[in-house]
């Protein structure tokens, strides 16, 4: 009997671009990681949604006031600066996803106040998993 399809219109559906590539048995759904790092990715939030401001309020420009809208390598520009910041969240979620695995390691034995030491400061420091 072949297997039946799934419903694509089922609130439940996870397709590819759904599904949590980094969700580990292993790891802990909350997981202390570094208010720094969450600031970072708020800047990066922000920055993102200037360059779309930018962009459509180019694009936009002439049917609203007849102006020029920017260059193509003003456009060009602003895509790479996106990409860039692309780059950036995804290697500070490697770092958030590095000091959450790093910080389940540690034991309830261990004093509370203790940080992890790969989440604080970024030294290189690592708890034994």
């Known amino acids: 009997m072949a297997d039946a399809k ?3 219109h089922a609130p439940s559906f996870r397709g590819a671009l759904m599904r949590d590539h980094w969700h580990d048995q292993n790891v ?8 720094s790092l969450i600031g970072d990715v708020q ?26 809208p920017l260059g193509l390598s003003a456009h060009l520009g602003l895509l790479n600066a996106a990409d860039l910041i692309g ?5 500070t979620a490697e770092k958030m996803h590095d000091c959450a695995r790093s910080c389940a390691g540690l034991t309830r034995a261990e004093d509370v106040s203790q940080e992890c030491g790969s989440c604080s400061g970024f030294d290189g420091a690592r708890h034994s998993a």
């Open 87 to 91: 780059e950036y969240l995804h290697e």
């Open 43 to 68: 800047r990066a939030s922000d920055a993102i949604s200037t360059i779309a401001r930018l962009v459509h309020n180019s694009l936009c420009e002439p049917q609203m006031s007849g102006a020029e």
């Open 6 to 8: 799934p419903d694509l």
């Open 28 to 35: 802990p759904q909350f997981a202390s990681i570094p208010s």
